[in-house]
Structures are given as C-alpha cells and as structure tokens.
Nanobody, 123 residues
C-alpha cells in the first residue's frame, strides 16, 4: 500500500550534523502525518518529530527541540529530518513513519514504517 525508505544515516561526531531523508511511494494520498521515531538498543521506540502533511505543523520530542528540524516536500513525497548538534544519546536506528490519521507520538498508531537507518554519534 505504502512504502517508506529512509536514507542519510551514518557515523558522526558529537556536535555534528546529519540529514535524514524518507521517500514515500505507493498509495500515499491518504497520509495525513509523517514523522520520525528512533530506537536505541535495549530501549523502546520513541517519537522524535512529526509534520502534518497538509499544513506543515511540526511536533518534536522535547530533548531535540532547537536541534532537529523536520520538513516535507509534498510534491516529491519526501520528509526530512535535519539533525544538528548531535549528542551520543541521539544514537539509534531512526525510522520513518506515516499515519493516515492525526496521531503522531504513539508508535502503536502509526500505519506505515520504513526499515530504519542507523545514526551513530561518537563522543
């Protein structure tokens, strides 16, 4: 129905930056929100950022506010996560997610998932 493919992960030093990209394909017309979750080893998957596909409203995990910026390109069916001032605690597999509804923070309510891209921040 919908496929999500992430890219842009890698190894970066603390204080550095990475830009993650997520390409959506398939029957994407019903997507209302897109966002990013992350999961570190031994931890539960947590919400990071989301954007309303229609009006561009942005939502963030408190610990990334001011450092991460989510954006979308509706024409290209792309969503991005610009990550600046990265910290070792940001190390995780980052997953792109999409929702047909308005829920943004609960992983259990996401309808579509990418396979993830690994972000490693060294100290």
């Amino acid at each position: 129905q919908v496929q999500l493919v992430e890219s842009g992960g890698g190894l970066v030093q603390a204080g550095g930056s990475l830009r993650l990209s997520c390409a959506a394909s398939g029957l994407t017309f019903d997507i209302r929100t897109m966002g990013w979750f992350r999961q570190a080893p031994g931890s539960e998957r947590e919400f990071v950022a989301a954007v309303n596909w229609s009006d561009g409203s942005e939502y963030y995990l408190d610990s990334v506010k001011g450092r991460f910026t989510i954006s979308r390109d509706n024409a290209k069916n792309m969503v991005y996560l610009q990550m600046n001032s990265l910290k070792p605690e940001d190390t995780a597999v980052y997953y792109c997610a999409a929702n047909r509804g308005l829920s943004i923070r609960s992983a259990n309510l996401m309808d579509y998932w990418g396979k993830g891209t690994l972000v490693t921040v060294s100290s």
